[in-house]
């Protein structure tokens, strides 16, 4: 029998959006991508003090979240996949592989995991590279519908290595669209997209999806144009946002929290955002 997923998906989604804060970093084996990440048990606890709806992380640091006895802490995102696309230098070979390749969700039915997130990488000239990527995607879908896990997907476009130094997000509407509509296709129950280019382009992401998006960070910017980029791609249609760095390599991350959480929950705008962070 098919066990519904809908118990987990109202962990994630708290009054109907959801702040995912990523701290899976580690996976990634580049070293900027650690910088605030050093001491992982006090940014768990900082995280949790500030109240996001949902802490992303790897199998090995989810004890730092589900060993606590709180009742209201953050639901955990699990990811379950790695690869190296995001160093500077590109590789020889690209990869990216399940971190449990027999058994891909195990980690996340053991850790209680609300959710699980495998990456869909759309690289130039890479075409091995996204044929794994759909290969695990593939692969962790049927588990997820048998043990009611919902399956977050992050198709991600990036730009050409030699154009920015490390592959870089390509916020063209015309190749995320695709991209996302393949994640849908593939059964999404969540789709982490990145944000176009033009915010007012989201709303055709959202359609594509037919489930809830969340968009993704990537790397950090001045914090008052991430909340006023982030209210603008809220009033296209996205139920939330997965950041990582601006929050935990911020100097308030909880200052930060508390803002992008009044834009997804109470529907502040930019300057209601940025209001509330410097009351923080």
Known sequence: MRVSNKARMNRLFRNGGCLDVAIDHGVCNEP???????????VMDTLIKAGPDAIQCAYGQADLLQRRP?????????????????????????????????EPIIGALEMDAACVVVNLFM?????????????????????????????????????????????????DVEKIVPLVRLASEMGADI????????????????????????????????????????????????????YGRNIYQHANPKAVVSALMAIIHQGADGEEAWDVYNRG
């Open 191 to 242: 789709i982490k997209a990145d944000p176009t280019e033009n915010p007012e382009d989201f709303h055709r992401v959202i359609e594509a999806a037919r489930v809830p998006v969340l968009v993704r960070g990537g790397g950090k910017e001045d914090l008052k144009v991430v909340l006023a980029k982030s209210a603008a791609l809220m009033r296209q249609g996205a139920q939330g946002m997965v």
């Open 70 to 102: 709180e009742r209201d802490k953050p639901a955990l995102v699990m990811r379950i996949d790695m690869g190296n696309p995001y160093n500077a230098q590109r590789h020889r070979v690209m990869w990216s592989m399940l971190q449990n390749r027999h």
């Open 32 to 42: 900027s991508f650690l910088v605030g990440l050093e001491d992982m048990a006090g």
């Open 123 to 171: 690289l130039p000239d890479e075409p091995e590279l996204f044929r794994q990527c759909v290969e695990n995607i593939s692969r962790v879908r049927a588990d997820c519908q048998k043990y009611g896990m919902p399956l977050m997907i992050e198709p991600l476009v990036m730009l050409p290595n030699d154009v920015r130094g490390g592959y870089q997000v390509d916020g």
